[in-house]
C-alpha cells in the first residue's frame, strides 16, 4: 500500500506521515528531505536554480517511490501541481488531502513557514494575499483526493483518520 499525504504548506503533511508510520510500522518518507539529500537545502538552490528545475527534481524523487511498495510519502505543497504528478499518485496509491482553513494556515505559516521558498520574506498582508493567491489554485488539485482529513486537532488525530480510511490496524502507544 502506498499512501501520499498531499496539503498546502504548514498543512502538518509531515508531522502526519511521521506519526501515521509510528502507529502503523509503515516506511516513512518526506519527498522535500529526499530531495534536499540530492541536492542540499531547497530554498538556496530554487533560488538559484528556479522553480521550474526544483519540480523536476520532484518529479524524479516521485519515480523513485512510485517503485516501492507500503509506503507513506508526505508530498511537498506544489506536488500534486506539477505535470500529471496528482494523477499518477492516484493511480499509483492512496491520496489523503490534509484540510486546514486559510486563517489557521496563515498563523501556521507565521510561526513555522519562514523558510518555505514560495513564501520567503513575506509577512502580514504579502504573506496572506500570496497562501490565498496558492490555495486559490492549489485547492481544486488537492480536492480531487479521495480522502479528505481535517487537520486542525493533533497529529495524532489525523494520522488516526488516515489510519482508519486506509483500514489499517494501529499500534497504540
Not at 5 to 17: A, L, N, P, Q, R
Not at 38 to 55: S, T, V
Not at 124 to 146: C, G, K, N
Amino acid at each position: 500500500m502506498r499512501i501520499f499525504i498531499i496539503g498546502f504548506m504548514c498543512s502538518g503533511k509531515s508531522v502526519v506521515g511521521r506519526e501515521l508510520a509510528k502507529l502503523t510500522g509503515m516506511r516513512f518518507t518526506d519527498i522535500d528531505r529526499a530531495i534536499e539529500a540530492r541536492i542540499g537545502p531547497i530554498l538556496p538552490w530554487m533560488r538559484i536554480n528556479g522553480e521550474a528545475a526544483f519540480r523536476a527534481k520532484e518529479a524524479e524523487v516521485l519515480d523513485e517511490l512510485f517503485q516501492e511498495e507500503d509506503l507513506l510519502v508526505a508530498c511537498g505543497g506544489g506536488t500534486p501541481m506539477a505535470a500529471d504528478n496528482m494523477d499518477r499518485m492516484l493511480a499509483a496509491g492512496h491520496v489523503a488531502y490534509l484540510e486546514v482553513d486559510r486563517p489557521l494556515l496563515l498563523e501556521r505559516a507565521k510561526r513555522v513557514g519562514g523558510d518555505r521558498p514560495l513564501l520567503f520574506g513575506l509577512k502580514d498582508e504579502a504573506l496572506a494575499a500570496r497562501i490565498s493567491e496558492l490555495m486559490d489554485v492549489r485547492e481544486p488539485v488537492y480536492r480531487r483526493a479521495p480522502w479528505h482529513v481535517p487537520a486542525t486537532g493533533t497529529p495524532r488525530e489525523a494520522a488516526m483518520h488516515i489510519a482508519g480510511l486506509a483500514g489499517m490496524k494501529v499500534q497504540d502507544k
